[in-house]
């Protein structure tokens, strides 16, 4: 049974949706379904479709709230970062490592900081948002170096918000912070809380690659594609695509891109 939520204004994310939101969010952009930087109405149209699928139902306006809620959170999160350079990483928290005296510098800024201080947004969450919001995905100086411990130097211009497709400003986005990011410090953003599908672990989406009748063994798009689909939410998004022929043409268009220098997968 599908799990309504057909009210208006603010409802509540469980874990596992906000997950599932983000997951699919993730599918529609690289399936081009997004309007700009947003969705649009036929864009939310799909995100609903989506949801309905794996028994999930929200309107179109508490859709379009979580999605300028997620931009705020990563502005929030960008903004506390700003172009500090050499800070420690907490892999288990999710957030950064710094001295007291540098928090209550942050915190002094902008009292919302503090939310961060005892859980961030995860390294999962962190490459999403990345590729959600940046069209990229966290590669280079943008990226986790959770092996290190050193969080990244975020100094480079990013690319605009477009909020074209908006049909109000989030107007109370700073005081509705606190309530909203609530439903995240409480949501299990690691492995336990993720979403997993069918088909999509590794080795099953790299053994259907061997399949693909244009795929040589060995080849240099064979390579490519270890690195492309190491990052789960490309598998979960490959493993959508219905025929060999679509696979290889989307596969395809990574690799131009890849080799063009235009997109690089994490690695």
Known sequence: MATKNKVFGRVAWSSEQFNLFVKICVRGTNLGKR?????GDKGYTWLQNELRQVGVEYTKEQLRHKWDWMKDQWKMWKALKGNETGLGWDPIKGTVVAPDEWWNEKIKENSNFARFREKGIGQELYENYQELFLGTVATGEFAYAPSSGVLPNETQEMQQFDTADHVEENINAESNFDDDLNEMMNADFGSGGS???PGCSIEEVMKDVLTLPLIEKGSD????CTLLLDQKSKREMYNTLEDAETKWKWLQFHFSLWTNGVWKPST
């Open 35 to 39: 309007n700009g930087g947003g969705w």
């Open 195 to 197: 979403f997993n599908r």
């Open 221 to 224: 798009i064979h390579f490519f």
